[in-house]
């Protein structure tokens, strides 16, 4: 059963671990993901940018291929399906399509257009039961056509922004989505400290997390980080594992063609870095 993600968080927020909020994109990525958490007991949030949601036929069918294969599988553990880097618009359709949670986005407007746009949504998700994360500062690099430099937020707007009764908040501290560049200057742990304080503990999410060391991830989470992102990650085993077996013959043998068997390897990447996220990064295995 899919559920908000606010319980998850409070809990991971509580606890000291991170829940972990891996983006889908089709049927494999949904089957790996729920498959790596069930088996090491772990909550998850899928993420569905608005990009992968057109590309997955529309947000209903994002939602109704999770519950399906949630229940074809017997999936036991905390899923909610959250909307990433939502639009104003695309935030009110992913919640009236069923989706558990939302985030809105609105790091790019001035921020009192943010926080008006951020007040109407939050009290929307709420009386729906949806959980809801806003953000501030802009998160670098490039999510569905939205370009950050990946500067730091200000954490008295982030306290402003909390005070409105945000669930989760994203606030950017150097992160960036994609890759990271050899001279990417870290996390700035003093602003994430400051912006634990002046939200008054509420639990905040690192976007960006491929590629962040894994000390780097745990100490973010000491500081407050209750939900962190990933999806490049997830991305680049896909793409090797598949490389690996086109190059090693695998499409050569009887039927090696067949999108079953030619899928499977970079599934089973995915599935495993999952494992070894919610183990070894995030500390949610067995919270389920």
Request: hydrophobic share 40%; net charge negative; charged share 20%.
């Amino acid at each position: 059963m899919l559920v908000s993600a606010t319980e998850m968080i409070n809990k991971a927020h509580e606890g000291h671990y991170a829940i972990g909020a891996f983006n889908i994109n089709n049927m494999e990525w949904i089957k790996a993901i729920l498959l790596g958490c069930e088996a090491k007991q772990s909550p998850v949030m899928l993420g569905v940018s608005e990009g992968a949601a057109k590309y997955m036929c529309g947000y209903k069918n994002a939602v109704d291929m999770v519950k399906n294969i949630m229940e074809f599988y017997n999936i036991t553990v905390p899923v909610a399906i959250h909307l990433d880097h939502g639009t104003y618009e695309g935030a009110k359709k992913a919640i009236e399509a069923g989706f558990t949670s939302v985030m809105f986005d609105g790091s790019h407007y001035p921020f009192e257009e943010n926080m008006a746009k951020s007040k109407e949504l939050i009290e929307l998700a709420h009386s729906k039961g949806v959980s809801i994360e806003c953000e501030v500062g802009g998160i670098g690099g490039e999510e569905d056509g939205v370009v950050s430099n990946g500067e730091l937020a200000d954490p008295v707007e982030c306290g402003t922004i909390a005070d409105l009764g945000v669930d989760f908040l994203a606030a950017g501290i150097g992160n960036i989505h994609g890759k990271y560049p050899a001279n990417w200057a870290g996390l700035n742990f003093d602003v994430l400290a400051e912006i634990q304080k002046t939200t008054n503990g509420k639990p905040l999410v690192l976007h960006g997390g491929s590629g962040i060391p894994q000390e780097m991830v745990k100490e973010a989470i000491t500081l407050g980080v209750s939900k962190v992102n990933v999806n490049t990650e997830c991305q680049i085993v896909f793409a090797d594992a598949t490389k690996k077996y086109i190059e090693d013959g695998g499409i050569d043998k009887p039927k090696g063609y067949d999108p079953r068997k030619l899928l499977k390897p970079g599934a089973d990447a995915i599935q495993a870095l999952v494992e070894d996220y919610v183990v070894n990064y995030f500390g949610s295995a067995g919270k389920a």
